[in-house]
T-cell receptor, first 114, second 109 residues
Framework: DTGVSQDPRHKITKRGQNVTFRCDPI?????LYWYRQTLGQGPEFLTY????????KSRLLSDRFSAERPKGSFSTLEIQRTEQGDSAMYLC????????????FGSGTRLTVV | GEDVEQSLFLSVREGDSSVINCTYT??????LYWYKQEPGAGLQLLTY?????DMKQDQRLTVLLNKKDKHLSLRIADTQTGDSAIYFC?????????FGTGTRLQVFP
């Protein structure tokens, strides 16, 4: 297992288009998190899953955003009708429930909306 | 509320020690973390400390936690040019991490 994988690494899209990102967590990790990071800021929590259940969503996650983790393994984050303000790095992380030793982050997907 | 603050910038000479400071507000934090981010990369976990500990040392890294003042620091001994990056402090609140804005560490020869 090589860690948390995210695909694609970069995405450029026109305003109004839909985009979907994928995250493959570390295989034995049951928790999966999505964060968004804009330039000069720290990552901001969007949502997280325990297995296939989505347990919490941030108020940052507008109704244009939807995340799924259908089989409790990989997850997708879809943004509909993208806006320029959606331009950011979208980071995925995974962890094992009940442990404190940190969350492992992927390299992120950089979204640019033009 | 949940808020994590860090100074924005630190510049040190190679070989000196670096100290990066962080304050947080949520007293229910269970763990506190330090992450490193290099340009264009994701976040790399450096170290973490449980909230009932005062200090943790891991090779060149020393974490100090003052729970009363909600203050966390990361000391990097013998700082090298490869340590140049952005360092994020994060507190774990319930099941998610709350990050600071990051401290950019610049190491000069």
């Amino acid at each position: 297992d090589t860690g948390v994988s995210q695909d694609p690494r970069h995405k450029i899209t026109k305003r109004g288009q839909n985009v979907t990102f994928r995250c493959d967590p570390i295989s034995e990790h049951n928790r999966l998190y999505w964060y968004r990071q804009t330039l000069g800021q720290g990552p901001e929590f969007l949502t997280y899953f325990q297995n296939e259940a989505q347990l919490e969503k941030s108020r940052l996650l507008s109704d244009r955003f939807s995340a799924e983790r259908p089989k409790g393994s990989f997850s997708t984050l879809e943004i509909q009708r993208t806006e320029q303000g959606d331009s950011a790095m979208y980071l995925c992380a995974s962890s094992l429930d009940g442990t404190g030793n940190g969350y492992t982050f992927g390299s992120g997907t950089r979204l640019t909306v033009v | 509320g949940e808020d994590v603050e860090q100074s924005l910038f630190l510049s040190v000479r190679e070989g000196d020690s670096s100290v990066i400071n962080c304050t947080y507000t949520d007293s229910s934090s269970t763990y506190l973390y330090w992450y490193k981010q290099e340009p264009g990369a994701g976040l790399q976990l450096l170290t973490y400390i449980f909230s009932n500990m005062d200090m943790k040392q891991d090779q060149r890294l020393t974490v100090l936690l003052n729970k009363k003042d909600k203050h966390l620091s990361l000391r990097i001994a013998d700082t090298q040019t490869g340590d140049s990056a952005i360092y994020f402090c994060a507190e774990r609140v319930t099941d998610k991490l709350i990050f600071g804005t990051g401290t950019r560490l610049q190491v000069f020869p």
